[in-house]
């Protein structure tokens, strides 16, 4: 069974900080794409970013600048670093890693449980 755990989310002001982590644990033989979604309330998820194991970082345009996204592929674990936090950064982040159980397993994605970030005063 594969599993990704999150960690991170919280209450902070505007132009603050927070960081998420993402680690992948269980049966993995390989990890592709590992990534940050956000669902903000009445609203459909969407990419915040995403790394893939070769090739080039794709933030949202929302978050350029303000976002970074690392990988620590020695314990299958995405970072994300959130500086200058909006009111409208508010949602549930979902962090998403494409990977693939075994060798004789297609590569899947598979989904954390989410964690809360509110940006409020």
């Known amino acids: 069974q594969v599993q990704l755990a999150e960690s991170g989310g919280g209450l902070v002001q505007p132009g603050g900080s927070l960081r998420l982590s993402c680690t992948a644990s269980?049966?993995?033989?390989?990890?592709?794409?590992m990534g940050w979604y956000r669902q903000a309330p009445g609203k459909e998820r969407e990419l915040v970013a995403r790394?893939?194991?070769?090739?080039?970082?794709t933030y949202s345009d929302s978050v350029k600048g303000r976002f970074t996204i690392s990988r620590d592929n020695d314990k299958n674990t995405v970072l994300l670093q959130m500086n200058s936090l909006k009111p409208e950064d508010t949602a549930v982040y979902y962090c998403n890693a494409r990977m693939q159980r075994s060798a004789w397993h297609k590569y899947e994605h598979f989904w954390g449980q989410g964690t809360q970030v509110t940006v409020s005063s």
């Open positions: 269980g049966s993995i033989f390989s990890i592709d794409t």
């Open positions: 790394a893939p194991s070769l090739g080039t970082i």
